[in-house]
């Protein structure tokens, strides 16, 4: 397939480096050109705007920053939409609900949501989990792009926006878990227990879950740098969270929690920190 690729940073290097070495034709754009030279040497040709990257695509896949990055890349003077025409676009980024339904009625039912679950470790050796929404006949077509980036595809229906609401939740999840564990851990530790061997011992029996074992060093030895996902991207995403929240009339507690503590830990420890930071400021508010 030809493929344009938009947006380079560390999740989408990887993809774009994937959809690449299975044999597709790729064009990749990225607001730093720069960035793009990996790919340019490896056989991808680069494009000067998204709108040059869409024109012979057949589909365009965008890992971005933000509702206004991704706002930008469509809507702007040289975005995917300028030409007048709406490509196959499968959005990879977390953006909110409200931006989700507004690039599905733009796209005529050419937009397919496409949030992925799993780091840049997992980028890299396309093990991503992808959530699919859109018309079906969209997604078939996008399928051997989720293919070689991913090691699996959950379709959610024909609603984009449904898949951009999940991915909200599994990382208000993340949050949430690693609050929790966080909590556990400095409990036990203040009561004389060693925090491996208890996490050793939760991780072993009911609470075996990836999150805590993907995020053992930070949970165990404070080790937030480098950041595989920033604690203000992490910020970004709660307020997302706290924006559909407040759409549905849904109270969530402990969304204050964990968006002070990520708020706490940018001040604390600056805006280079993963989003796990939040477990370090559980520790050190008890003293640890």
């Known amino acids: 397939m030809r493929v344009a690729f938009l947006g380079l940073g560390q999740m989408g290097s990887g993809i774009a480096r994937n959809i690449l070495k299975a044999g597709h034709e790729l064009t990749v754009w990225n607001r730093s050109p720069d960035k793009a030279d990996v790919l340019v040497s490896a056989g991808a040709r680069r494009a000067a705007s998204p709108a040059a990257a869409a024109a012979d695509a057949e589909i365009v896949c965008s890992m971005l920053a933000d509702d206004h990055a991704v706002e930008a890349v469509v809507f702007g003077p040289d975005g995917l939409l300028s030409g007048g025409t709406a490509p196959l676009h499968a959005g990879h980024s977390t953006i909110s609900v409200a931006l989700a339904r507004r690039l599905t009625e733009?796209?005529?039912?050419?937009?397919?949501?496409?949030?992925?679950?799993?780091?840049?470790?997992a980028a890299e050796a396309a093990q991503l989990n992808i959530i699919a929404a859109g018309p079906a006949d969209a997604i078939d077509r996008a399928q051997p792009i989720f293919d070689a980036i991913g090691k699996q595809t959950f379709r959610l229906g024909e609603e984009p926006a449904h898949a951009n609401v999940l991915k909200l939740c599994g990382n208000f999840l993340i949050m949430g878990a690693l609050e929790a564990m966080a909590e556990a851990l400095t409990l036990g530790a203040k009561n004389g227990l060693d925090k491996a061997a208890l996490f050793d011992v939760l991780t072993g029996t009911l609470f075996g879950a990836p999150v805590f074992t993907n995020y053992?060093?930070?949970?165990?030895?404070?080790?937030?740098?480098?950041?595989?996902?920033?604690?203000?991207?992490?910020l970004k995403d709660m307020a997302l969270v706290g924006e559909a929240a407040l759409a549905a009339?849904?109270?969530?507690?402990?969304?204050?929690?964990?968006?002070?503590?990520?708020?706490?830990?940018?001040?604390?420890?600056?805006?280079?920190?993963?989003?796990?930071?939040?477990?370090?400021?559980?520790?050190?508010?008890?003293?640890?």
């Not at 849904?250 to 002070?260: A, H, S």
């Open 106 to 121: 733009a796209g005529g039912g050419t937009y397919v949501s496409a949030p992925v679950f799993g780091r840049p470790p």
């Open 216 to 234: 053992k060093a930070a949970l165990l030895e404070g080790q937030i740098r480098p950041a595989g996902f920033t604690a203000p991207l992490g």
């Open 249 to 288: 009339r849904v109270p969530m507690p402990v969304l204050g929690i964990v968006r002070d503590h990520l708020l706490q830990a940018i001040a604390v420890e600056g805006e280079d920190v993963d989003w796990a930071a939040v477990t370090t400021m559980v520790a050190a508010n008890a003293g640890l």
